[in-house]
């Protein structure tokens, strides 16, 4: 009888592992809101100015201009000048440009004032280098003077 029990619960322990509820939890899901699609809305449009500004600081460092693809932007923070409903902002946001198949080479921050009256409506406000990533060594033809 004793065989017989443990039987039906080893048998039940493998189907229905005691587990399972604690799988769900520790997935990683994530959802489109409203909040992510105007952010990748914006980064879309800052694409240029963020592209010239990193250009600009790699430049002297690499061979080739870098990459910063929408997905690797973050933004830090973001700021209202003026008030509420006013148009002057200042954003900052943080990048990680890469080259050749997606090796990073550094992470950078940017900060940005946006408004009507500044021609092209953004202006570059600082560029701070906060890590130099090492890149592997067949990407070391994009190596300048290091």
Known sequence: MRRFLFTIFLTFSLIFPWHSHSIASNANIQQDSKELMIQDILMLFLGEPIEKAVNEYYSKLLTINPLVYPYQIDVIKVE???????FHFMITLEVTPVVGAH???GKDRITFEIAPTIPSQVKLMKYEHIETHELPPNCSTSLDKQ
């Open 80 to 86: 209202r000048l003026g008030g509420f409903r006013t």
């Open 103 to 105: 090796n990073s080479v």
